[in-house]
């Protein structure tokens, strides 16, 4: 955790960091939260963009959930975001949906049906998350749920390379890019926001 610290201390934007299933490991959530801070939280960018971050880890497991009192945390979350008229992104480990090519499903939130009803109706723009390694991405009721790669993990699953995304929000559009560490760029998917109001 030192190490990330250190790297992330040279970003100068504000941060959400979220913990993942290896970092919940051997009591590294205890440890998370003194080095990196709070495992759920949100930001607000410039009243224009709220990233809220979740806690999809289970000490020791490698499967995820958000339970209840979280995902109810996450509502009134969206909720502020919509009565602000922001763009709202939510930022977790495990995905909600499946990722193709990734094997048999064994990883997916063990809430997922309830947290995917809940951002589908908190109006949600944009949901971001790794665990699987395998870049990603779904259009579901004009939301975009991405899955990213790995920048440093070697594992990694048939012919994919490191890579991590990049994501440009503009006035009224998200663009989402693929980067392949140390190659190209490419665009995974891009869509036009419309004003909540």
């Known amino acids: ?46 009243d224009e ?39 709202s992104v939510i930022a977790l480990h495990h995905h909600i949906i499946p990722v193709p090519k990734t094997g048999r499903e064994r990883n997916v939130l063990a809430d997922a049906g309830d947290v995917l009803c809940s951002i589908v109706k908190g109006g949600a723009n944009l949901v971001i998350c790794g665990h699987k390694h395998v870049p990603h991405l779904w259009r579901v009721e004009d939301i975009f749920f991405v899955t990213a790669g790995t920048v ?9 390379i490191n890579s991590y995304n990049t994501y440009y929000i503009e006035d009224d559009m998200i ?3 693929l980067n392949q560490v140390q190659r ?11 004003s909540k109001k």
């Open 49 to 87: 963009l709220q990233v809220i971050g979740l806690d999809s880890s289970e000490p020791d497991l490698d499967d995820g959930k958000i339970g209840r009192w979280q995902q109810l945390w996450m509502e009134k979350e969206l909720k502020k975001a919509a009565e602000a008229d922001m763009y």
């Open 184 to 194: 190209k760029s490419y665009l995974m998917g891009s869509y036009k926001l419309y």
């Open 1 to 46: 955790f030192l190490l990330v610290a250190s790297y992330l201390s040279n970003i100068e934007s504000p941060l959400v960091v979220v913990p993942g299933n290896h970092d919940a490991r051997h009591v590294g959530y205890e440890t998370f939260e003194e080095i990196l801070g709070e495992k759920r939280n949100t930001i607000n960018v410039n």
């Open 175 to 177: 663009e989402i890019r």
């Open 152 to 160: 440093a993990s070697l594992k990694l699953r048939g012919k994919d």
